[in-house]
């Protein structure tokens, strides 16, 4: 008697292999975001939450940039080419998605760092502090 689980098949092995090769182009993760910082970051990574969240703690190195306010002029000091990252608080909010999706849509190459805040506390990665700002 099949499960749940197994009640519907998996897809065949080419399909699978596409759809989650193709993942890694649209998401990394916090432990490849802070491995990268500590070697040298290759991209931007925006905390796109409120300031007043990004105050309390943040990415050590992310920069506040709350998706509501990703538009080209404050993209501007970036070179094309620049790859974002975008998180959020975490898989229970999609504020990274709406960030990457307006950077998408601004014609930048992005990326969300899968699991956002709440994933870099489970890989026990520590959170940088600031004063909010308006």
């Given amino acids: 008697?099949?499960?749940a689980v197994t009640a519907v098949s998996p897809a065949p092995s080419h399909l699978a292999?596409?759809?989650?090769?193709?993942?890694?182009?649209f998401e990394t993760d916090c432990w490849d975001v802070h491995d990268a910082l500590a070697r040298g970051a290759d991209f931007v990574l925006l905390d796109v939450r409120s300031p007043a969240l990004f105050a309390a703690g943040h990415v050590p190195g992310a920069i506040n940039l709350p998706h509501?306010?990703?538009v080209r002029s404050k993209l501007e000091r970036w070179p094309e080419c620049t790859v974002?990252?975008?998180?959020?608080?975490?898989?229970?909010?999609?504020?990274?998605?709406?960030?990457a999706l307006r950077l998408a849509e601004l014609g930048r190459p992005v990326k969300i760092m899968a699991g956002g805040i709440t994933g870099w506390l489970d890989e026990g990665f520590d959170l940088a502090r600031s004063e909010a700002t308006a």
């Avoid at 292999?17 to 182009?25: G, I, S, T, V, Y």
């Avoid at 898989?91 to 998605?97: E, I, K, L, R």
Wanted: one cysteine or more.
């Fill in 68 to 70: 509501g306010k990703i």
């Fill in 17 to 25: 292999r596409e759809r989650f090769a193709a993942e890694f182009a």
């Fill in 84 to 99: 974002f990252v975008t998180y959020c608080a975490g898989p229970h909010c999609n504020g990274a998605a709406r960030g």
């Fill in 1 to 3: 008697m099949p499960t």
